[in-house]
């Protein structure tokens, strides 16, 4: 069973930056594509960013020009680097694998991001 655990988030003023990371048990990401979700208190999971097995990147709106997915196949491990953070970018950052609108792993525990304004 594919474990993914996730690291890198923390407290941080409106206008900075965080860098996510997300460790894979197995070698999964050069077959598959990678997404970073993200969960705000009241509210549902959301897509932010995934990558593809080739590196094609997508953003939702909100991050777009802000947040920059990559990924590491020799280390199984996917980055989500985060400038110019806001404070409705507070949630818990989770990553997962997954096949258009399907998430193929459970989730792991995330990792909380607060921004303070």
């Known amino acids: 069973q594919v474990q993914l655990v996730e690291s890198g988030g923390g407290l941080v003023q409106a206008g900075g930056s965080l860098r996510l990371s997300c460790a894979a048990s197995?070698?999964?990401?050069?077959?598959?594509?990678m997404g970073w979700f993200r969960q705000a208190p009241g509210k549902q999971r959301e897509l932010v960013a995934h990558?593809?097995?080739?590196?094609?990147?997508n953003y939702a709106d909100s991050v777009k020009g802000r947040f920059t997915i990559s990924k590491d196949n020799a280390k199984n491990t996917v980055y989500l680097q985060m400038n110019s953070l806001k404070p409705e970018d507070t949630a818990v950052y989770y990553c997962?694998?997954?096949?258009?609108?399907?998430?193929?792993?459970?989730w792991g525990q995330g990792t909380q991001v607060t921004v303070s304004s």
């Open positions: 997962n694998e997954k096949a258009g609108l399907v998430v193929l792993r459970s």
């Open positions: 197995g070698s999964i990401f050069s077959r598959n594509e």
């Open positions: 990558i593809t097995s080739n590196g094609r990147t």
